[in-house]
């Protein structure tokens, strides 16, 4: 059963992807943050094709930092593989959650990697 939390967080999240949508030109870069996890991908909405993606469940994240860090590196990660795939913009989607904290940290990363949104 759901939270009346993630009850909050589902309705944003379809109130952003109302008006954001991924391209082949400029894809959309979706987040999941779980307790322990990040994880983001870069997707084409008119495909339905997940482009690339990085998570702090790979291999050299293990025990690297806080949580905020990892998520910094996963942003870092991801950009690194978005522009080897020829992607250099995208449209942030944050998936309903705030701006702050991992969220935000992920995308500092993925910016200082490279990626332009």
Not at 33 to 46: F, G, L, P, T, W
Not at 72 to 99: C, H, M, P, Q
């Amino acid at each position: 059963m759901a939270t009346q939390k993630d009850i909050r967080r589902i309705k944003i999240k379809y109130r952003i992807r109302h008006k954001i949508s991924g391209t082949a030109t400029m894809p959309r870069l979706s987040v999941f943050r779980s307790n322990k996890e990040i994880y983001a991908q870069v997707i084409d909405d008119v495909k339905g094709v997940t482009l690339t993606a990085a998570s702090s469940i790979e291999k050299g994240f293990e025990k690297s930092g806080t949580k905020s860090e990892v998520a910094a590196k996963v942003g870092k990660v991801l950009a690194e593989r978005a522009l080897s795939a020829g992607i250099n913009t995208v449209v942030f989607d944050r998936n309903g959650y705030l701006y702050h904290g991992r969220i935000k940290s992920l995308a500092d990363g993925a910016r200082e990697g490279g990626l332009k949104f």
